[in-house]
């Protein structure tokens, strides 16, 4: 049974930072591409960032470009979301997705297990 945990999230003032991160068993991690998505209210769920198979090749939406890092540790099962410079628009709840494909992909649609979400609150 593929379990994806995710972890990290809570409350951060305007201009702060939170780590995320996502623990995966029942998988081979190491030939999961990973990813992080984020859901709020009334929307559809969009893609923040993702990190494919090795050499780690990363991807970010362009709203969280350069404020968020994606990195992953096989050996632990696990990938992380770096959020810096958070904003009120940053709030949501986020959810990590592996992909047993060696590319990335930004549509939730390709994404073959999902964790159950971590809520992040960013106050102005």
């Known amino acids: 049974q593929v379990q994806l945990v995710e972890s990290g999230g809570g409350l951060v003032q305007a201009g702060g930072s939170m780590s995320l991160s996502c623990t995966a068993s029942g998988l081979t991690f190491s030939k999961y591409s990973m990813a992080w998505f984020r859901r709020t209210p009334g929307k559809d769920r969009e893609f923040a960032a993702a990190v494919s198979l090795s050499p780690h090749v990363v991807y970010y939406a362009d709203s969280v470009k350069g404020r968020f890092t994606i990195s992953r540790d096989n050996a632990k099962n696990t990938v992380y979301l770096q959020m810096n410079s958070l904003q009120p628009e940053d709030t949501a709840v986020y959810y990590c997705?592996?992909?047993?494909?060696?590319?990335?992909?930004?549509?939730?649609?390709?994404?073959?297990?999902w964790g159950q979400g971590t809520q992040v609150t960013v106050s102005s």
């Open positions: 997705a592996a992909l047993g494909d060696p590319h990335i992909a930004t549509s939730e649609r390709a994404y073959d297990y």
